[in-house]
């Protein structure tokens, strides 16, 4: 059974940092396409960040140059360092596995949330002003 869980959530104040993990079980993340997602009360599900197989990343416009996504294979642990957080950063962030690899460099948008194979059950993240 494939398992992915979070961590790292809680509560920050603006101007801080926190830094999620996304930890895989009953399956090897091995260059496979990753990304983290979040979705606040009443929103829509947004893509936050984005890696491919070779390594290329890809970020919302609200988060490029605060977030960085990275993963390490040999933890299988997916990251999501979150630096100058703002208040409209509080959501619930999700972690999710294309389970396949996938090459996406000059492309201008990430995979599609619902191609996702794998999903975490996700960690809050709130951020007060």
């Known amino acids: 059974q494939v398992n992915l869980v979070e961590s790292g959530g809680g509560s920050a104040e603006s101007g801080e940092s926190l830094r999620l993990s996304c930890v895989g079980s009953?399956?090897?993340?091995?260059?496979?396409?990753m990304a983290w997602f979040r979705q606040a009360p009443g929103e829509e599900r947004e893509t936050v960040a984005f890696?491919?197989?070779?390594?290329?990343?890809k970020y919302m416009d609200s988060v490029e140059g605060r977030f960085t996504i990275s993963v390490d294979n040999a933890k299988n642990t997916l990251y999501l360092q979150m630096n100058d957080l703002k208040p409209e950063d509080t959501a619930i962030y999700y972690c999710?596995?294309?389970?396949?690899?996938?090459?996406?460099?000059?492309?201008?948008?990430?995979?599609?949330?619902?191609?996702?194979?794998?999903w975490g059950q996700g960690t809050q993240v709130t951020v007060s002003s």
């Open positions: 999710a596995s294309l389970g396949n690899y996938c090459y996406t460099e000059g492309t201008p948008t990430p995979v599609p949330g619902e191609l996702y194979s794998y």
């Open positions: 009953g399956y090897t993340y091995r260059g496979h396409c």
């Open positions: 890696i491919d197989t070779e390594g290329h990343t």
